[in-house]
């Protein structure tokens, strides 16, 4: 719901919960990763908060198009599973609008950043 694109964090392959996944679901950590983005991307169509209701594990995993993943996703602590929802822990730190504004901000400072080192170092040439 907020936008189309969803962040890929640098290390998401490495991170102890990836890897705990990848291990269950009997994967590589990289296909691990990408099981959860397809997740993650589904969720932004249907949630604003990381809470979706009327919805099981079992139902995540087949929106998402991969057996087994929520119920992995939930060992790890990615996802927890409620008598009548499911919720995606921590979901407005990586997703939403506001989320979304941060990643945009860090990425034009960046750029401004290496603008001004270049334009300094082209300075000190002339």
Same mark, same amino acid.
């Given at each position: %719901?907020?936008?189309?694109?969803?962040? =890929? &964090?640098? +290390?998401?392959?490495?991170?102890?919960?990836?890897?705990?996944?990848?291990?269950?679901?009997?994967?590589?950590?990289?296909?691990?990763?990408?099981?959860?983005?397809?997740? =993650?991307?589904?969720?932004?169509?249907?949630? &604003?908060? +990381?809470?979706?209701? +009327?919805?099981?594990?079992? $139902?995540?995993?087949?929106?998402?198009?991969?057996?087994?993943?929520? &119920?992995? %996703?939930?060992?790890?602590?990615?996802?927890?599973?409620?008598?009548?929802?499911?919720?995606?822990?921590?979901?407005?730190?990586?997703?939403?609008?506001?989320?979304?504004?941060?990643?945009? $901000?860090? %990425?034009?400072?960046?750029?401004?950043?290496? &603008? $001004?080192?270049?334009?300094?170092?082209?300075?000190? %040439?002339?």
């Amino acid at each position: %719901m907020a936008g189309h694109w969803i962040e =890929w &964090e640098k +290390g998401l392959v490495r991170k102890p919960e990836v890897l705990r996944i990848a291990r269950l679901m009997g994967c590589t950590p990289q296909h691990a990763a990408a099981c959860c983005m397809m997740v =993650w991307e589904w969720a932004e169509d249907v949630t &604003e908060n +990381g809470i979706i209701p +009327g919805i099981t594990a079992a $139902d995540v995993s087949f929106a998402a198009g991969v057996d087994g993943i929520a &119920e992995a %996703m939930i060992t790890a602590g990615w996802l927890l599973e409620t008598d009548d929802s499911v919720v995606l822990p921590n979901w407005e730190r990586h997703n939403g609008e506001p989320a979304k504004r941060r990643a945009v $901000d860090a %990425m034009r400072k960046r750029a401004k950043r290496r &603008e $001004d080192r270049i334009r300094t170092l082209t300075d000190r %040439m002339s």
